[in-house]
């Protein structure tokens, strides 16, 4: 099993629609959980961080959390053109050596969305 | 978010030359500094970590001996690319640890997008 898995999409949603984006990962002990959006050629963006079970709502972004069933997803209200990307799922990769500080990441390969006008 | 730039942005060289690639934190320290590595239509993959004044650790697969990381300072850290060959292609991007109180929220820098001829 993939540490952490996406559809690859495309996916396509109408403008003004809502795009839901999901994402699923294999390690329980993970406890960060992060979505970023990618540009072509570019590096990725942080959009959001979720590290409670839940919802946590920031502007047209909602990310959501379960870790009992090890899933996370991401819904963009109100899609415009400019949303268009690939959207990266991470997850936090605790080491034993990180020393109390920030873990690297494991990403998703991301999906693609598309928002058509 | 957290200012970082990467230089050279791309850079283009011939089969067995070396390649540094500098990533500065313009405004903050980092203890910490997180260096992934992305293939086209890939996703991110963590490379190494390094800290400050400390040897990298590598995750699996990566050499270390062809990817030297250094971190001599609090604002500099360097990934030298040794012996470069077309395989090593990839887009170069680092991503600091921002410390206590940006624990687990990474930003990327901008990325060094490397071509071996």
């Known amino acids: 099993q993939k540490e952490v898995e996406q559809n690859s999409g495309p996916l396509s949603v109408p403008e003004g629609a809502i795009a839901s984006l999901n994402c699923t990962y294999s390690d329980r002990v993970s406890q960060s959980f992060f979505w970023y959006r990618q540009y072509s050629g570019k590096s990725p963006e942080l959009i959001m961080s979720i590290y409670s079970n839940g919802d946590k709502e920031d502007g047209r972004f909602t990310a959501q959390l379960n870790k009992a069933s090890q899933y996370v997803s991401l819904l963009i209200r109100d899609s415009q053109p400019s949303d268009s990307a690939t959207y990266l799922c991470?997850?936090?990769?605790?080491?034993?050596?990180?020393?109390?500080?920030?873990?690297?990441?494991?990403f998703g390969k991301g999906t693609h969305l598309i928002i058509q006008p | 978010g957290a200012v970082v730039s990467q230089h050279p942005s791309w850079v283009i060289c011939k089969s067995g030359t070396s390649v540094k690639i500098e990533c500065r934190s313009l405004?903050?320290?980092?203890?910490?500094m997180f260096w992934y590595r992305q293939f086209p239509k890939q996703s991110l993959m963590l490379m190494a970590t390094s800290n400050e004044g400390s040897k990298a650790t590598y995750e699996q697969g990566v050499e270390k001996d062809k990817f030297l990381i250094n971190h001599a300072s609090l604002t500099l850290s360097t990934l030298t690319v040794t012996s470069a060959h077309p395989e090593d292609s990839s887009f170069y991007i680092c991503s600091p640890d921002l410390g206590l109180a940006g624990a687990d929220t990474q930003y990327f820098g901008p990325g060094t997008r490397l071509t071996v001829l």
């Open positions: 991470a997850v936090n990769k605790p080491t034993l050596y990180s020393g109390g500080g920030a873990d690297g990441l494991t």
């Open positions: 405004d903050f320290q980092a203890t910490t």
